[in-house]
């Protein structure tokens, strides 16, 4: 593209972003990465009752984690406070804003004649100046609302990336107000402003927008600006079919990794969550910038699926370097209470990881599953002997600690002496691997046995297997 894009992801700071938040800042980050454009962070703070600086820390973390990074920002409104009172006051000298004195109190007697009239609720304009008219007083000590001095007649009208042309007749739009009593300017004139100021050329959000961008649309053209591209996103909703919130059980970006999974599997779901490449369901950050555009984005609402983000975050783990892996599973394996050892001091941590990494869906999995390792050699009563390794089975086990100390420690060396053993006592493998396991770590359920071997080392493997035959019968 000819122009120098720019993309703007414009939160508000309340303390919580889901999926569907953040899937509002990875479109208009890939859109800017994919035509070598900027990507700017906005905070939209000016409600100062919700806004607090740990919801911004949510929203810079969240997307760091996703590696969203940013060209410009933080960017903070309530520090251009002083700019948007320079353009109201600019508005009020030029007649495009004018003060309006009406009460809170006759604003709603007019909506309730009007609904009593089924007509639509709206503003009257009683206080718009128009030539030839005559004002009421002004009444004294009280403080006005600015009102953007709306079109009269015609229609708002753009195209639309998602949704296509969308037209709003103007007699549809009263007079927004831009500015309460205190001077605090409102939510669609600040976004304008900011805008025009930034040199946003593409907007992309979602939907619920949609009843704001004739209002913008109509404030941008009265200041001289040239409205961006919009891209309205279809609604995310919950597997139930609702829109993806809080109160309808969203979880946040923080609470996904918390629960271990992988940037890069949310990532992969979030871009599939309203936009496709032909059928490719799997793909790394790269593709995605490289094949990102606005014509795929899809019309209808997208519904989370938590089967298939719990299938990529599988994947991600399966095909993940086992060093890489590793460094994501320590805090988890920390919590715990798992002790990484000192190379050459216990189990090697890189190869645990990679020994569980194939069959686990979330970096939890691999955490518990890597406690098998590091626990102190089990204890155990004679009854629970008895129970899980029949006298039977016992010359069978001895031979094998005789075999384990004249092999090789890898797994082809481990593999061949369970062969020797099992064929010398006419055993199939569960027969002596079940009594195995359990005497190495009080379970029978481990990954496969000579690659267990293998990490938890031939001196342990004796030693442990040779106490629980020392245990009086």
Excluded at 66 to 89: F, N, S
Excluded at 268 to 285: I, P
Excluded at 397 to 413: H, R, V, W
């Amino acid at each position: 593209m000819a122009m120098s894009i720019r993309t703007r992801f414009a939160p508000s700071p309340t303390g919580f972003i889901h999926l569907g938040n953040l899937r509002s800042a990875l479109y208009p980050w890939a859109f800017a990465r994919h035509h070598g454009g900027d990507f700017i962070l906005r905070i939209e703070d000016t409600d100062l009752e919700r806004s607090s600086q740990e919801a911004v820390d949510v929203i810079i973390d969240g997307m760091a984690w996703l590696g969203l990074d940013i060209d410009e920002g933080p960017i903070y409104q309530m520090q251009h406070m002083d700019r948007y009172r320079e353009v109201i006051a600019e508005m009020l000298k030029s007649g495009l804003a004018y003060p309006c004195y009406m009460s809170e109190a006759e604003l709603n007697a007019l909506r309730d004649q009007q609904m009593a009239n089924k007509e639509k609720p709206r503003y009257n304009g009683l206080w718009r100046p128009e030539p030839g008219k005559v004002l009421p007083p002004a009444p004294e000590g009280v403080l006005p609302v600015i009102r953007f001095k709306s079109p009269i007649g015609g229609s708002v009208i753009w195209q639309d990336a998602v949704k296509g042309q969308i037209e709003i007749s103007n007699d549809e739009l009263d007079d927004l107000v831009i500015a309460r009593p205190d001077g605090t300017p409102t939510y669609n004139f600040c976004v304008v402003v900011d805008d025009i100021d930034m040199r946003i050329t593409h907007v992309i959000r979602g939907d619920d927008h949609v009843n704001n961008t004739p209002r913008q649309i109509n404030i941008m053209r009265a200041l001289g600006g040239t409205p961006p591209i919009y891209a309205h996103l279809p609604t995310v909703l919950n597997e139930e079919g609702e829109k993806m919130s809080k109160r309808n059980g969203a979880m946040s970006v923080r609470d996904y990794q918390r629960e271990g999974y992988l940037p890069e599997a949310i990532l992969n779901y979030l871009a599939r969550l309203g936009w496709a490449h032909g059928d490719a369901e799997v793909f790394t950050r790269d593709q995605f910038v490289g094949w990102f555009d606005l014509d795929h984005l899809g019309r209808s609402p997208a519904q989370h699926n938590p089967e298939k983000l719990l299938w990529l975050n599988h994947h991600y783990i399966q095909h993940s370097d086992a060093a890489k892996l590793a460094e994501q599973v320590k805090p988890f394996a920390l919590e715990r209470g798992i002790t990484i050892p000192q190379a050459g001091q216990g189990p090697d941590f890189v190869q645990v990881v990679g020994l569980l990494k194939d069959r686990a869906n979330t970096l939890i999995e691999i955490a518990d599953g890597a406690k098998l390792f590091y626990m102190p050699a089990p204890a155990f009563s004679q009854q629970e002997i008895d129970t899980n390794i029949p006298a039977n089975i016992r010359p069978a086990l001895a031979d094998l600690i005789t075999a384990f100390e004249a092999s090789d420690s890898s797994k082809e060396g481990y593999s061949a002496a369970f062969k020797a053993v099992l064929a010398q006592h006419q055993l199939k493998m569960p027969a002596l691997a079940m009594p195995v396991r359990y005497a190495l770590f009080a379970t029978t359920q481990t990954p496969a046995i000579d690659a267990v071997l293998v990490i938890l080392g031939k001196a342990e493997t004796v030693q442990r297997l040779r106490r629980v035959l020392a245990t009086k019968n």
